[in-house]
Nanobody, 129 residues
Framework: QVQLVQSGGGLVQAGGSLRLSCAAS????????MGWFRQAPGKEREFVAA????????RYADSVTGRFTISRDNSKNTVYLQMYSLKPEDTAVYSC??????????????????????WGQGTQVTVSS
């Protein structure tokens, strides 16, 4: 079993920055991709960003490209989502997820929730205007 524990998040003014972290523990996989998703009230969960095992591939939703950066430190089993220039429409519960296959290379693939087997507990990000 794998546990994903998230930290970070909170309340920030528009234009501000936040960093989310997601630490994996328990069963480890030789290679795995990591993703971030978010869900705003009354909306469906949407893909935000993903990164391959060796950080050679990273993909972003159009809505966050140029403002968010996903990174990982495999020595710490941790993935990060650095968020800059936050907007009120970024307000949502953010969840990290682990894909044991490291198969994806396209946004379409990374965006499939079914690609991910393990999920973090979710953390609230609120951006005030």
């Amino acid at each position: 079993q794998v546990q994903l524990v998230q930290s970070g998040g909170g309340l920030v003014q528009a234009g501000g920055s936040l960093r989310l972290s997601c630490a994996a523990s328990g069963r480890t996989f030789n290679r795995h991709a990591m993703g971030w998703f978010r869900q705003a009230p009354g909306k469906e969960r949407e893909f935000v960003a993903a990164i391959s095992w060796n950080s050679g591939r990273s993909r972003y939703a159009d809505s966050v490209t140029g403002r968010f950066t996903i990174s990982r430190d495999n020595s710490k089993n941790t993935v990060y989502l650095q968020m800059y220039s936050l907007k009120p429409e970024d307000t949502a519960v953010y969840s990290c997820a682990l894909d044991p296959s490291d198969y994806c290379s396209t946004n379409v693939c990374y965006a499939r929730s079914s690609q991910y087997t393990y999920w973090g507990q979710g953390t609230q990000v609120t951006v005030s205007s």
